[in-house]
């Protein structure tokens, strides 16, 4: 299927093979993103500047995005839910908010 650039397509998905697929995956999801919240502390305080990946609720650390989940998946290929994150080298209050528009009112 050829979706066109800034299109957003939605689909219903029936089929319970591919939902109980899906749903497998967001549970590893899950358990790798609560083993890094668990975690997050000692991480960020000892990989700053590094990328990290979680997959099979092990850390994998490295300099590179790339290089972190190489390793990752050469121990745990069957972890489709691997978690990467870069951990920058300043510690800093971050916000995180969507981008809005304001339409003028005339």
């Not at 109980?20 to 919240?37: H, I, L, P, V």
């Not at 990946?53 to 121990?75: H, I, M, N």
């Amino acid at each position: 299927m050829h979706v066109e650039p800034g299109k957003i397509v939605v689909e219903e998905v029936t089929d319970p093979v591919a939902i109980a697929k899906w749903r497998n995956r967001q549970q590893r999801a899950d358990r790798n993103w609560s083993w890094f919240e668990s975690h997050a502390a000692e991480i960020y305080d000892a990989h700053r500047g590094k990328c990290v990946c979680v997959a099979g609720e092990e850390l994998f650390v490295a300099d590179t995005g790339p290089e972190a989940f190489a390793l990752a998946a050469a121990v745990h290929p069957e972890d489709d839910a691997r978690l990467l994150l870069y951990i920058p080298w300043e510690k800093m209050e971050r916000i995180y908010a969507p981008l809005r528009t304001v339409a003028p009112l005339l």
